[in-house]
């Protein structure tokens, strides 16, 4: 049965952004020099004006919950909008949970109104991804 495959396995969710941006620099890896924003913004929906942080939310909700009617252990890095995550302490969470996926949720925008539809990012070969590249 695949829920029976699923039992036991951790999926950590993590909503994109928050109310407000944390744009105090943190590195970008352990050990890096190179610095980024702890938080941005995010965008907002064309017509809905909509913030990301809170359409990732939403969908982040539903996700886990299709996956707890599954088997899986969900943790979620947040469950409100008003915190104050950088990316690095994201990161923290799922790996203290020792998370089999980390599943990051966003709701990227662009200013071509013609641009829509899905994107997948997963992790580039460095020193930090080169583990779970594969």
């Known amino acids: 049965s695949p829920r029976r495959s699923l039992a036991?396995?951790?999926?950590?969710?993590?909503?994109?952004?928050?109310?407000?941006?944390?744009?105090?620099?943190?590195?970008?890896?352990?050990?890096?020099?190179?610095?980024?924003?702890?938080?941005?913004?995010?965008?907002?929906?064309?017509?809905?004006?909509?913030?990301?942080?809170?359409?990732?939310?939403?969908?982040?909700?539903?996700?886990?919950?299709?996956l707890e009617a599954n088997g899986i252990k969900v943790i979620m890095t947040r469950t409100t909008n008003n915190v104050n995550l950088g990316n690095i302490k994201r990161a923290e969470i799922a790996n203290k949970a020792h998370a089999d996926l980390f599943v990051r949720i966003h709701t990227d925008g662009s200013a071509n109104i013609k641009v829509n539809g899905v994107s997948t990012l997963y992790p580039a070969f460095n020193k930090w991804a080169a583990p779970i590249y594969k």
């Open 8 to 66: 036991g396995k951790v999926v950590v969710i993590d909503p994109g952004h928050q109310s407000k941006a944390d744009l105090s620099r943190e590195p970008i890896g352990p050990g890096a020099a190179e610095t980024k924003e702890k938080t941005a913004g995010g965008s907002s929906g064309v017509k809905s004006r909509t913030p990301e942080y809170k359409i990732t939310l939403a969908i982040s909700k539903l996700l886990k919950a299709k």
